[in-house]
């Protein structure tokens, strides 16, 4: 069983660096030997082809804009059961790729390449108090950094999300507030 757990998102952009920054403190910890951390950043493309290499399960690091307070911490389900080539080939902006267009983009070269896409994808996102152009972390995001680590942590011992499968565009959600992650 092979996991790649991905940050993404532009750390140019303040908050949108979260995921990048929480797989930075992630690579300080000690992991199960089939997990692979690495930062993507806004590299989208370059992911879509690294999951070509065979993962079991892929964890998406990402800023969520949800509507909760800044530093809500999401676990989101990702519905890989219909995944396959996207009748329509995904837009290919390399700086601006959701993590749908990344897997959109993964099924069709899956399809054309025999390979097989991660049979479980999972979102951890943080509620971002501002995504304007700046470097840094705002306040509530930086402190949910460390329950985010706790909690991909968690999710890579036990295995199981406290969701329900769920399609993105309707997904399942737990929300952790940054209180009860630090326990």
Request: proline content about 8%.
């Amino acid at each position: 069983m092979r996991t790649l757990v991905a940050g993404i998102g532009n750390i140019f952009l303040r908050d949108d660096g979260f995921g990048v920054e929480t797989v930075r403190m992630l690579t300080e910890r000690r992991l199960p030997d089939h997990v692979e951390v690495v930062d993507i950043g806004v590299r989208g493309v370059h992911l879509a082809y690294q999951l070509l290499d065979g993962y079991d399960t892929l964890v998406l690091v990402d800023a969520t804009a949800r509507g909760e307070a800044p530093g809500t911490l999401y676990v989101i389900e990702h519905d890989v059961g219909g995944a396959g080539p996207s009748p329509v080939a995904p837009a290919l902006d390399g700086h601006r790729m959701t993590p749908d267009t990344v897997l959109a983009l993964l099924g069709t070269l899956c399809a054309g390449t025999g390979g097989e896409p991660p049979r479980r994808v999972l979102v951890v996102g943080c509620e971002p108090a501002s995504v304007d152009e700046g470097i840094g972390l705002t306040a509530p995001v930086a402190d949910a950094v460390p329950q985010a680590v706790r909690l991909i942590e968690d999710l890579l011992r036990d295995g199981e999300p406290p969701v329900a499968p769920a399609s993105t565009t309707e997904a399942a959600t737990a929300e952790v507030s940054t209180a009860e992650a630090s326990t």
